[in-house]
């Protein structure tokens, strides 16, 4: 039996080293996906985005679905124009990636940028390296638009990513932190109002557990409408 247990403990740790080297690319890869897997969206953007549109008197709505699937970004924020750039369920890296064809080229007066969510979705995601992101992501904007401003909404809670809330809201946490130390940004909580009184999901504002319904985007107009309309009346 002892000449057994040697190539037994050899091949036991092979496999456990396999299934460790399995378990980490995995791990990467959901936090490091490849965002060339959204080109064809990117493209459709750029297909669909008027040359001639104003942006220096428009709001240029950036983030991951929950900007994409506001059907209704157009009519809610009347008077002031709006440009969607919203794909899929895009990471800050993503959007970090295709940021000179969304975003710099055009050279947006404001941009109201959504994201974070779905860097924190992976169990082997932690709220640091959501805020480094959108960090990163904002100083890169900014190295090129010094003067554009921009309104970080806040990541949103789901019943989807109930499991993650904590971890959202020590993000939301750092990301305000960072907002109130940096010039021409400014952070606005979406979160509170999806929110009841004791602090619960209201699952009636959510199409799907993860996106909002018209009631959802609703709440949100009411809170990012005002705030566009003072920063163009005071920047007018």
Known sequence: MKTKTKPLIVV???????????????????????????????????????????????A???????????????????????????????QTSDILFYADRLITRFDPKVI??????????????????????????????????????????????????????????QANLGLRSYAEETEKVTFLDVTAPLLDSDDKLRPELYSDGLHLNSDGYAVWKSIIRPKLLEYFQNNS
């Open 12 to 58: 036991a740790g092979l496999l456990l080293i396999i299934g460790l080297a399995a378990v980490a690319t995995i791990g990467y890869s959901k936090l490091h996906p490849d965002p060339k897997r959204w080109e064809s969206d990117i493209i459709a953007i750029e297909q669909r985005t008027s040359p001639d549109a104003d942006y220096q008197a428009s």
């Open 60 to 90: 240029l709505f950036v983030g991951s679905s929950s900007i994409r699937f506001w059907d209704s970004l157009q009519e809610d924020m009347q008077p002031i124009p709006t440009v969607n750039h919203g794909f899929g369920g895009a």
């Open 112 to 169: 109201v940028l959504y994201t974070g969510e779905n860097d924190l979705g992976s169990r082997w995601s932690w709220s640091g390296l959501a805020v480094g992101r959108v960090t990163n992501l904002i100083q890169y904007i900014h190295k090129s638009l010094p003067d554009t401003e921009i309104i970080l909404l806040s990541i949103k809670p789901s019943p989807y990513f109930n499991h993650r809330r904590q971890i959202q809201e």
